[in-house]
């Protein structure tokens, strides 16, 4: 099995191209990283020449001891000239580090908000046999929670790794050139630190790994129950829910377990190996001031290099959980995008031929069509003239609604070719293929919006005169007017608030609308009652007229309508020998 490390290091330089439109405000930031660092460097210095030359005799060797005879040579102005200069750095420090911070923690924030956008777009392009494999729960949680995962990693690299990291390197450098004992010291307190996490740092990655597979699965237990929640307490199956919700749960506590050992292990580790570094550069320093090799503020110096430099690593050590959580989210954002999305390829030219509006005839030639390894459609042939109604019927599973989705482009057949005016819907644009051809399912998904949004929906830039023209075809307003706001009725979430013959003739004004020569009708009126089922036949009447309609329906109200029945058997989709039905 691939390291997972390794595996995360391929991961996140995979969004190094989210980096890029901001390189300048990175060099910026840096740049104030950068000055700050050098204040930082400065601020243990007038501490130190107080030390050597009020306070001892030993201001000769100070760089800075010189600068506090600013205001005069007696101990206090000299006081009075390090305190001035302490506040004086400190406010320098402060004010890079609030520049630095912004700019870099803004570079972050961008770049997750252009990685959560990315990841979305992608997601809704991917084709139908993609999410047919994952819940809506489990994509949800990538987009959301994932993606928020990598927003915190991100800010933390911009605002405690990278800083931090300078700040080590700097203080290692600036002890190195204060004296190479010294420098030895605080080098070598880094990799003891380093050292004793190494082993922690997988752990720790293993564990947020689990712990976001876990969460992706709970999310995807809580949308999937919500969703069917009217039939949770049609049954009265909460129980069973409850149960299933709290095994998973239990994964979810273990990796957060491990991961949270992991975390209390690390600060221990690091003031051991702390301590150890002070003890020594106190034990070492104090020789050295006692044999006179350096003054006493060299050493106040070293001590505070030596802090400065901890502090960076105490707090990378508190983020070493978000980080670790960062890549796991990567790795499983990355997954996402690296799913090859045909709808991404540039657009393709209409084929030579074609025109922008098609005629409506469909041919299935030596049509199959298998879902991963499960069988569906098996070897059908049909031609289906410009302006005919033909139904599909058959039992159950015998791949009736499978050719309605060929014809949409919404799959592609395993073999054989479903053809649109003569062309193979593979070679056909996706945006040409979407203007010809319109649907109205079993259940017309409506959006949160207004009645008028949802017809609208299939032409977004179609008037108002247009959509209530669609409107009056499907009978829409035969209710809506009853509305104390027509068409401007705000629909629920999912469109709720309409009974199930109502969406349907929204779906079929929607599908009026789209005004596409090819409409295929998957048992629209299934589930009606009668008067329902009498005023959905009637809009969809309004909308066959003059197109090439490919209907699967069992009921004999809309079977009448069809001018072909087309009946498909189910031992075609085993492998059966009989050809595609005959055309009564
Ligand atoms: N998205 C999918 N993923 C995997 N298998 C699928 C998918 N859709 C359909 N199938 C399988 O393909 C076969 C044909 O399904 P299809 O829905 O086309 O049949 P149908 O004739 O429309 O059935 P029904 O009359 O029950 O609606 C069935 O065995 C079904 O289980």
């Not at 991961?11 to 300048?24: A, D, E, K, Q, S």
């Not at 042939?381 to 599973?397: F, Q, V």
Request: aromatic residues 6%; charged residues 20%.
């Amino acid at each position: 099995m691939k390291d997972p490390s390794t595996a995360n290091r391929h991961v996140l330089w995979f969004f190094r191209g989210f980096g890029t439109p901001h390189r300048r405000l990175l060099a910026l930031g840096v740049g104030m990283r950068l000055c700050e660092m050098a204040a930082d460097l400065v601020t243990p210095w007038p501490v130190a020449a107080v030390v050597d030359r009020v306070l001892g005799t030993d201001g000769a060797r100070n760089p800075l001891g010189s600068l506090l005879d600013v205001f005069g040579r007696d101990a206090t102005a000299m006081l009075t000239t390090a305190a001035a200069l302490v506040v004086l750095v400190a406010l320098v420090s402060a004010v890079f580090d609030y520049a630095g911070d912004r700019t870099m923690n803004g570079v972050g924030e961008r770049m997750s908000v252009a990685i959560r956008c990315e990841t979305f777009a992608h997601l809704q392009r991917l084709p139908l046999s993609y999410h047919d494999r994952r819940t809506v729960g489990e994509s949800t949680s990538r987009v959301i929670t994932d993606c928020g995962n990598i927003k915190d990693s991100l800010v933390a690299f911009c605002s405690v790794l990278f800083p931090g990291v300078l700040s080590v390197t700097g203080y290692a450098a600036a002890l190195l050139l204060l004296d190479w004992r010294f420098g030895l010291i605080g080098v070598g307190a880094v990799p003891l630190a380093l050292l004793l996490g190494v082993r922690n740092r997988r752990r720790g990655q293993l564990a947020a790994r689990r712990r976001r597979e876990a969460e992706g699965e709970l999310t995807g237990l809580v949308a999937e129950a919500l969703q069917g929640i009217r039939t949770v307490h049609a049954f009265g199956r909460h129980q069973a829910h409850d149960r299933e919700f709290a095994a998973r749960s239990r994964g979810l506590l273990d990796a957060g377990l491990e991961a949270a050992d992991v975390q209390a292990r690390r600060a221990p580790l690091l003031e051991s190996a702390t301590a150890v570094g002070t003890a020594a550069l106190l034990w070492v320093g104090g020789v050295g001031v006692l044999r006179g090799w350096w003054s006493t503020g060299h050493l106040v110096v070293a001590l505070s290099y030596l802090t400065g430099m901890v502090a960076p690593l105490r707090a990378l050590s508190k983020l070493s959980g978000t980080f670790a959580q960062g890549r796991a989210s990567a790795g499983r954002i990355a997954e996402i995008l690296r799913e090859p999305c045909p709808l991404r390829r540039p657009a393709r030219a209409v084929p030579p031929g074609l025109s922008a509006r098609a005629s409506g005839r469909i041919d299935f030639e030596g049509v199959s069509m298998r879902y991963g390894d499960r069988p569906a459609l098996h070897r059908l042939d049909l031609s289906i003239g410009a302006g005919e109604r033909i139904a599909l019927t058959g039992p159950n599973g015998a791949g009736k609604s499978t050719a309605l989705a060929l014809v949409a482009g919404l799959y592609r057949p395993t073999c054989g070719t479903v053809r649109i005016d003569g062309t193979a819907t593979g070679d056909l644009p996706d945006e040409w293929l979407r203007r010809q051809v319109t649907a109205v399912l079993q259940e017309t998904f409506l959006f949160a919006g207004t009645i008028a949004d949802n017809i609208r929906y299939s032409r977004p830039d179609a008037g108002p005169h247009e959509v209530r023209a669609a409107a009056e075809a499907a009978l829409v307003t035969a209710f809506a007017d009853d509305f104390p706001d027509g068409l401007g009725t705000r629909l629920g979430d999912c469109g709720g608030g309409l009974s199930g013959g109502q969406r349907q003739r929204v779906g079929i004004a929607r599908a009026l609308l789209a005004d596409a020569p090819i409409v295929l009708l998957d048992e629209p009126t299934s589930g009606l009652d009668a008067e329902a089922e009498r005023l959905v036949v009637a809009a969809l009447g309004r909308l066959a007229a003059h197109r090439t309609v490919v209907m699967v329906t069992h009921r004999p109200a809309l079977l009448e309508t069809a001018t072909g029945v087309v009946a498909l058997a189910a031992d075609e989709v085993h492998g059966g020998l009989s050809p595609a039905g005959p055309v009564t």
